[in-house]
């Protein structure tokens, strides 16, 4: 500890007139009114080391004032006591007074105004050091939170009153430097988003190879479409011809066996003068063709994971939808035995197979990705294969699926988890170049490609390497490594000090003020329990009701544990939107 700087609990460097250490306010969905003039101020606007401005829940201020809400103040500190990330903390920014009050997932920290820097906590609060802390004191399995009994109990490096300025002062100067480089590289990065955007776009219209065309005079792509067609025939009458001796061998073999299953023609479908009527007209010599026309699409299956033959030591690869947000997929997400492979509808799909995401969680549905390896899938994606001189197309396609992925996700059909289908992927148009057009286009997109994914990566090195520098300062910060020391500077202990007079002068009055109150004969004797406030009413009770009358008024975490504890003897009834609770009988 430098010389001069003391350890001390939140609660110590408050005092009781001006500070204010609690939670949020308990504020149910029936308190709220859309139309109300204050703010209730949520876990979405609390950043780490700034504040976000996200919600926009509101309540009147006639039923904030009996509800008894804690009004926040310019400077409060907030802290969220749940992820993500547990425990950042932000100050709160507005000056209005009365308009604002937070949930009780918040807690709020205001030091006293002559007393320890606000913004000096708030850094401390957000360095690593504090972090580690309150990961250690977290709670819960599914939700983790920190509760304000545990954030009570760590302690935080104080130092000089004037240390404090100059650190905060020091602290916001190289932040400032940090911010401003930071936000060059975000810009950087959403400008990349948006040319590669527009690359694609020209790429897929003609507009990229527009002087390529004037000096190559390709051969339209009509022709490369007729030979794909005329292949794909070829290939369908030799499946056919090999079908038609199976099934003659099989009969000279007096049937033994399953019979073999005759091949299915290769699909093709004519785009309608109406599919087209919308899209953007093509350079004379390009054509629009379905997905459906120039490759097989498939499916998988997911098969039962109750049997465990399916599964235990399978040797084949099975792809799931969520190892699609790579631009390659590496590696197969689970194995299934060769059991699995003949008792269900799957089939293995061959190295270089575009795999899009029928349906998925967040961002998935729409994915299109690439097998670097044979494999199955499950029935959440869509296998595109091409053979022969489809080939030519595979890579051009994946581009124009990159590219179009918005588009494709919006044509989604369902109700609550809206999905892709095998019919949707088919009938995707897509614009087709000549063949030697499609080479150049491959080559310009990779080229650049490749230039916009190393400045990507620089990029995000360099996001990463200011966050550790920001850490770091906070670090040297919070070890009193950040600015000289002064041996002028009036110690810590003696602000501590005068805190804490001020603190017992203020429950002095207070105490006095308490003794010429007439006494409440009312006043519960003792503290009780939720069970002994539930049995002191003869009808079922808000749990915010039950929470105010109860020994956890004070410590909404000792709240809710209580109420897990018994939770087998309580009764809920709803009324309307309210939730009532009572013993059960």
Known sequence: MPIGWVWARIEEIIDGRNGVFKDGDWVETKDQNPNGEVRLIQLADVGDGFFRNRSDRFMTKEKALEIKCTFLKSGDILVARMPDPLGRACIFPYKEENKYVTVVDVAVIRTEVKGVNNKLLLNFINSPIIRKEIERLQTGTTRKRISRGNLSNIKFPIPPLNEQHRIVSKIEELFSELDNGVSNLKLTQNQLKVYRQALLKYAFEGKLTEQWRKENNPEPAEKLLERIKKERQNRYEQELKDWKDAVKAWEKDRKTGKKPGKPRAQKHFEIRKDEIDGLKSLP???????????????????????????????????????????????????????????????????????????????????????????????????????????????????YYLLKNYAEIRELAVGGAQPNLNLGIIENTIVPIPPEHEIEFIMDELEAQFSVIQNLEKTIESGLQRSEALRQSILKKAFEGKLVPQDPNDEPASELLKRIQAEKKKYLEEQKQQNKRKPKNTKKMSKELSIEEVLKSSDKPMLAKDIWQKSKHKENIEDFYKELKDIQSEIKEVKKGTESLLSLAK
Do not use: H, M
Request: hydrophobic content about 35%.
């Open 284 to 398: 004379d010599v390009w054509q629009y063709s379905k997905i459906v026309n120039i490759s097989f699409v498939g499916t998988g299956v997911t098969p039962l994971k109750s049997k465990s033959e399916y599964y235990e030591n399978g040797d084949i690869p099975w792809v799931t939808s969520g190892a699609l947000n790579d631009w390659i997929v590496n590696e197969p997400s689970d194995y299934v035995t060769k059991k699995a492979l003949t008792e269900t509808n799957l089939k293995i799909y061959p190295k270089g197979t575009l795999l899009v995401a029928l349906y998925g969680e967040g961002k998935t549905r729409g994915k299109c990705s690439e097998l670097s390896f044979d494999s199955t899938t499950n029935q959440a994606i869509a296998a595109i294969v091409q053979v022969d001189l489809e080939k030519k197309l595979r890579k051009y396609l994946k």
